[in-house]
């Protein structure tokens, strides 16, 4: 079982950025790999996602702000946010694509207010 732990969250006001990272336990090349967040209250949803060939595909609510990217040789998954919104608080969680193949990790809380 591959473990994810996410990491790079914060307070970060609108019109800011940050930059999340996923590390897994072991290597992930042959997934397609996705970006997730829950915000309160609401369900999860898949942000943005990454084949193995690098190919990626952003949900509307983020395109031309954030940038998926993924190190294989690492085994990371990157999320590089800009332009940030107090929409975007929540907690963020890389995995597979679904159906989602390995056990959520605790992922990392990102907050967007002033």
């Known amino acids: 079982q591959v473990q994810l732990v996410e990491s790079g969250g914060g307070l970060v006001q609108p019109g800011g950025s940050l930059r999340l990272s996923c590390a897994a336990s072991r290597s992930i090349f042959s997934y397609a790999m996705g970006w997730y967040r829950q915000a309160p209250g609401k369900q999860r949803e898949q942000v943005a996602r990454?084949?193995?060939?690098?190919?990626?595909d952003y949900a509307d609510s983020v395109k031309g702000r954030f940038t998926i990217s993924r190190d294989n040789a690492k085994n990371t998954v990157s999320l590089q946010m800009r332009r940030l919104k107090p929409d975007d608080t929540a907690v963020y969680y890389c995995?597979?694509?679904?159906?989602?193949?390995?056990?959520w990790g605790q992922g990392t809380q990102v907050t967007v207010s002033s």
């Open positions: 990454i084949t193995t060939g690098g190919s990626t």
């Open positions: 995995n597979t694509v679904f159906p989602v193949r390995f056990s």
